[in-house]
């Protein structure tokens, strides 16, 4: 009989486990973060997660996945191997705006040098934004950087333009949010999970 309840018990905790571990998502808004995800064949992290609101207006939910937990900026911005900045947009957005947005963060947290250096890959960042129309309310935004590669920028799973290469291009992203001056120090602390 000790055996039935010890067997029925541990039947119990093993579904209870499972049941948690598929639940594995953090929910920011409407937008579901998965725990992990892969990049470049490695397993990343869910580092943390929030939502940009501009004035009153929730504009996109942003997950930071990186191959180990951090909390600190710098070293976050210094982690090796792959890395991901998911954004899942909350609102119609016009793609010129928001590489607008993207190009007036990278300028806030980078050096002129830092930037003279940056700038054509910048400028290919910006047209390839405004040949995109429109960033549309639930699409999925994804910016990657793949190891030996660059940064792979997609929409819905579709590359927005050719791999950017320079790991220095893909920390200049990742400053517009974990930068000395982030778009919004309230996200910054959320996407470093200090909440």
């Given at each position: 009989m000790n055996r039935t309840r010890f067997a029925a018990a541990a039947l119990a905790a093993c579904l209870a486990f499972t049941a948690t571990s598929a639940l594995a998502v953090r929910e920011v808004g409407s937008a579901k973060f998965e725990d992990t995800q892969s990049?470049?064949?490695?397993?990343l992290?869910?580092?943390g997660a929030g939502m940009r609101v501009k004035m009153i207006i929730k504009v996109y939910a942003v997950a930071l996945y990186l191959p180990r937990k951090e909390a600190n900026a710098v070293a976050a911005l210094n982690q090796p191997g792959?890395?991901?900045?998911?954004?899942?947009?909350?609102?119609?957005?016009?793609?010129?705006k928001l590489g607008e947005s993207l190009?007036?963060?990278?300028?806030?947290?980078?050096?002129?040098?830092e930037r003279g250096a940056l700038q054509s890959r910048i400028d290919e960042l910006e047209k390839?934004?405004?040949?995109?129309?429109?960033a549309r309310k639930g699409s999925v935004i994804q910016l990657d950087y793949v190891p030996a590669t660059g940064t792979r920028i997609t929409l819905a799973g579709k590359p927005v333009m050719r791999d950017v290469p320079g790991e220095d291009f893909f920390k200049a992203l990742l400053k517009i949010w974990l930068g000395d001056k982030p778009a919004d120090g309230d996200l910054r602390a959320r996407l470093l999970g200090v909440e």
């Open positions: 990049v470049a064949g490695q397993n992290v869910l580092n792959p890395k991901r900045i998911q954004l899942v947009m909350m609102r119609d957005v016009p793609a010129d190009v007036d963060g990278i300028t806030a947290n980078t050096t002129p040098a390839a934004m405004v040949a995109l129309g429109e």
